[in-house]
């Protein structure tokens, strides 16, 4: 990195988390606090929802995802914008209307308070993991790439986090993401034009688009009804809706952004401002993961994008075996060159048959690219087991770093923690209100002073920032990062958000019954994902529905056996 990207990167960080402290001091009420003076205008709670899930993890994990699998992912998302719809007609006006300050305070009203606290801990558990990951994630990819050392980051990046959040409550979070969106999508967008900038001169977007979907890059869509298959549009119409409607309509970190609008209608066009946006958002970081596949087309790659694994093998005994897979990768990478060269010209010929022939030995020639960064993968776990050889997390970062100008890179790095800022300011201003509110106030401590709550949701909030970079400190890769924090969800959303369906829709359900059906729901579902009964996807939808089965059932026991003793 050059002095002109070190300038533009912590100009930047610093500027976002000063503004950030400045703008939102002095907050005295609970209401300030917690839901920013219920003030916020619909773009802003747009803008801090998109914000709020997009984290360094997308940036960082969605175009090697792209990379390696192509455009499939997007149908994760298919099923938000549906959810967006039932979360403003449902969701919104029963949250506004009742005045909740937390999501889990309406399950005290329609329940009782053992249910409430319950549902805490649940949200308490899977987004104080996901928020020491979205530390995490950024933290270990930049230690491994530019050599800074893992904890200082972890800590650095907490760090900033914490002071502007637990200084300003929601709304330093809400103001300070208007900033970081802003950022993050500069960024990208000169990553796109950049790239295109960078193919042969004879290579058009057009062009490079029929090239990746010659090696199979451009999939969207998969209507396999298989249930282990992790993407189709179905696991995206059905679990991904179940969980983009347990995400934003249950979770706090969520629900927190748009309860500080202005009015119903203002929340209301907030989240269908991010339905309308998200997909296309996904689609267009997903495109430059697969403009990054087609750059490497015409340039050289690393067999493993991980320096790491790299650094591993060269003071391994695998060394040089290593080394001939490598020849081998480069032998590839230069009959791949060839073959573009001969598909784009049938392409400017119009020869079908000679488009059909050169498509199959791209295919062809890929699997075999495969194939030989699978067998460095086994050498690189022989030589240093610890070692993460999953290098999807790695192929944007390194892009970044080998190929982008002076600026640009420091603008990137600026994006990458900015948006690690960003989801991770949301978590821990979630946790800290949770905390404070259904658990300290409710459990502990009632009807004390309003400084008193704004006070503990400070501490608290520092509480969690600490503990998330703790767990930052301590996690390791797993696969894929953006596909790690979405199984988290996954395994606890289903859950939760059938406790609020049951809340809203199925009257004669009481606490007792919810509260035992819950418990039961969550060991069920961690078995199932344990033993792998089904993609992650899916246990949303599953875990949902065994809920409210469980709790009509107990229910109707309850009353069937109260019937009994009456007669």
């Known amino acids: 990195m050059e002095t002109l990207d070190w300038i533009i990167l912590q100009v930047t960080l610093v500027s976002i988390v000063v503004y950030g402290v400045w703008k939102t001091r002095g907050s005295k009420s609970v209401d300030d606090y917690v839901l920013g003076g219920n003030d916020a205008k619909w773009w802003t709670i747009g803008l801090s929802v998109m914000a709020t899930q997009?984290?360094?993890?997308?940036?960082?994990?969605?175009?090697?995802q792209a990379f390696h699998d192509g455009m499939g992912f997007v149908q994760f998302y298919f099923g938000l914008p549906l959810a967006m719809i039932v979360i403003c007609m449902v969701f919104i006006p029963i949250y506004k209307n009742l005045k909740v300050f937390t999501a889990y305070e309406l399950l005290e009203k329609r329940f009782d308070l053992k249910t409430r606290t319950l549902t805490a801990i649940l949200f308490l558990i899977q987004r104080g993991l996901a928020a020491g990951i979205t530390i995490f994630a950024p933290s270990i990819i930049l230690s491994a790439v530019l050599g800074w050392d893992l904890r200082t980051l972890n800590i650095i990046i907490g760090v900033l986090v914490i002071?502007?959040?637990?200084?300003?409550?929601?709304?330093?979070?809400?103001?300070?993401?208007?900033q970081q969106m802003?950022?993050?999508?500069?960024?990208?967008?000169f990553t796109f034009f950049f790239i295109l900038g960078s193919l042969p001169s004879d290579i058009s977007f057009s062009e490079a688009l029929k090239i990746a979907g010659a090696n199979e890059k451009l999939n969207i869509l998969n209507f396999d009804f298989d249930t282990k298959n992790r993407?189709?549009?179905?696991?995206?119409?059905?679990?991904?809706?179940?969980?983009?409607?347990?995400?934003?309509?249950?979770?706090?970190s969520q629900v927190q952004r748009y309860l500080s609008g202005k009015s119903i209608r203002e929340s209301q066009l907030g989240l269908i401002f991010n339905g309308l946006l998200k997909i296309p958002l996904q689609f267009f970081i997903l495109l430059v993961g697969v403009m990054v596949f087609v750059f490497y087309q015409y340039n050289s790659s690393p067999i493993n994008f991980n320096p790491a694994a790299t650094e591993a093998i060269e003071n391994s005994e695998f060394k040089e075996d290593f080394v001939i897979l490598e020849n081998e990768h480069n032998a590839i990478l230069r009959e791949k060159r060839m073959v573009k060269n001969d598909f784009s010209t049938a392409l400017n010929l119009k020869d079908y048959d000679a488009i059909e022939q050169a498509r199959l030995e791209m295919?062809?020639?890929?699997?075999?690219?495969?194939?030989?960064?699978?067998?460095?993968?086994?050498?690189?776990?022989?030589a240093d087991p610890v070692i993460e050889t999953n290098d999807k997390d790695y192929v944007f970062i390194h892009f970044i770093l080998n190929n982008l100008p002076k600026g640009l890179i420091g603008l990137l790095l600026a994006v990458i923690l900015s948006a690690a800022m960003s989801s991770t300011a949301s978590?821990?201003?979630?946790?800290g209100t949770i905390t404070a509110l259904d658990l300290y106030k409710r459990n502990v401590?009632?009807?004390?002073?309003?400084?008193?709550?704004?006070?503990?949701?400070?501490?608290?909030?520092?509480?969690?920032?600490?503990?998330a970079i703790l767990i930052a400190c301590v996690a390791n890769l797993f696969d894929n990062l953006i596909q790690l924090v979405n199984i988290i969800g996954s395994i606890f959303y289903g859950n939760v958000l059938g406790i609020f369906l049951l809340a809203f829709f199925i009257k004669f359900v009481k606490g007792n019954a919810v509260f035992i059906a819950a418990i039961f729901t969550q060991v069920i579902v961690i078995i199932g994902w344990y033993q792998d009964w089904m993609s992650y996807l899916w246990l949303n939808a599953f875990g949902c529905s065994l809920v409210i089965l469980i709790a009509i059932l107990i229910e109707g026991f309850d009353r069937m056996m109260k019937g009994v003793q009456e007669n």
């Not at 929601?170 to 208007?178: G, P, R, W």
């Open 427 to 431: 978590e821990l201003n979630a946790l």
């Open 445 to 467: 401590k009632k009807d004390l002073t309003q400084k008193h709550y704004v006070n503990a949701s400070k501490a608290f909030t520092l509480l969690w920032g600490i503990i």
């Open 231 to 252: 993407y189709t549009f179905w696991s995206g119409i059905t679990g991904g809706f179940f969980l983009a409607l347990s995400y934003f309509g249950t979770d706090q």
């Open 54 to 64: 997009a984290s360094a993890i997308t940036f960082l994990s969605t175009p090697g």
């Open 363 to 382: 295919v062809s020639l890929n699997e075999k690219e495969e194939q030989n960064r699978q067998a460095a993968r086994v050498l690189i776990e022989k």
């Open 182 to 189: 802003f950022v993050i999508l500069l960024g990208m967008f």
């Open 163 to 178: 002071i502007y959040t637990v200084s300003g409550g929601t709304k330093a979070v809400s103001v300070t993401q208007k």
